[in-house]
């Protein structure tokens, strides 16, 4: 069956560095893959969309990459801030979600 | 982008009755999904409400458990129904809108509804 992976675990980091974030998948050979926001008790808040045929997508600190050959697709944040502080789920297309990677970001 | 409101927030039920959660949309929309977030779990798609037809419903979930309605392109509302302790979770309202200068699209989802079952 169709599987999305994310570090299960939560990921400490020290504010102004890089965070990244990693989402794997098997199985499934997706056109694209989004990257969400979620903070606890809300919903999830689109971030961006990268396609197959796109190698990386910027967003001002965002950038998405997505390897088809490996299938894999990194999440960084650049300059992490503590507001960056949030869970972060991968998802292919509507159907398929990861379980999301808590980000913490230390001042 | 597209603003969307759910109510109830919350609710606590008891088992054996149902519930029905509305969603509203600031903009017409074409397709608005629902979803079901369980305690430390994924989001998992229970289905896809079109507007003038029955609603497509995932593997695992069938019409009778989860009735959706969707009478027009800015709302739609999903029953749960003879619940159980299993169906507390979030139900999560999500809508489509194409960016049609980048050729993509961006979904965007409700706060939820907390669903308690005792």
């Known amino acids: 069956s169709q599987k999305i992976e994310q570090n299960s675990e939560a990921l400490n980091i020290q504010e102004g560095k890089t965070a990244t974030l990693t989402c794997n998948y098997t199985n499934y050979s997706p056109a694209y893959l989004q990257w969400y926001r979620q903070d606890p008790g809300r919903g999830p808040v689109f971030l961006l969309l990268?396609?197959?045929?796109?190698k990386e997508k910027r967003k001002e600190r965002l950038k998405v990459t997505f390897d088809t050959t490996l299938k894999q697709s990194l999440f960084h944040i650049t300059a992490s801030q503590p507001a960056d502080s949030a869970t972060y789920l991968c998802a292919l297309g509507k159907l398929i979600f990861g379980q999301g990677t808590e980000l913490s970001v230390k001042p | 982008s597209a603003v969307i409101s759910q109510k109830p927030s919350r609710d606590i039920c008891q088992r054996g009755t149902s519930l029905t959660i509305q969603c509203q949309v600031d903009?017409?929309?074409?397709?608005m999904f629902w979803y079901r977030q369980q305690p430390g779990q994924s989001l998992t798609l229970i289905a896809t409400?079109?507007?003038?037809?029955?609603?497509?419903?995932e593997s695992g979930f069938v019409i009778d458990k989860f009735p959706i309605s969707r009478p027009n392109l800015t709302f739609s509302t999903l029953t749960v129904s003879n619940m159980s302790p299993e169906d507390s979770s979030i139900y999560l309202c999500?809508?489509?809108?194409?960016?049609?200068?980048?050729?993509?699209?961006?979904?965007?989802f409700g706060p939820g509804t907390r669903l308690t079952v005792t």
């Open positions: 990268i396609r197959e045929n796109e």
């Open positions: 903009s017409q929309v074409t397709m």
């Open positions: 409400a079109n507007q003038g037809s029955e609603a497509t419903y």
């Open positions: 999500s809508v489509e809108k194409s960016v049609r200068e980048a050729h993509t699209y961006e979904q965007y």
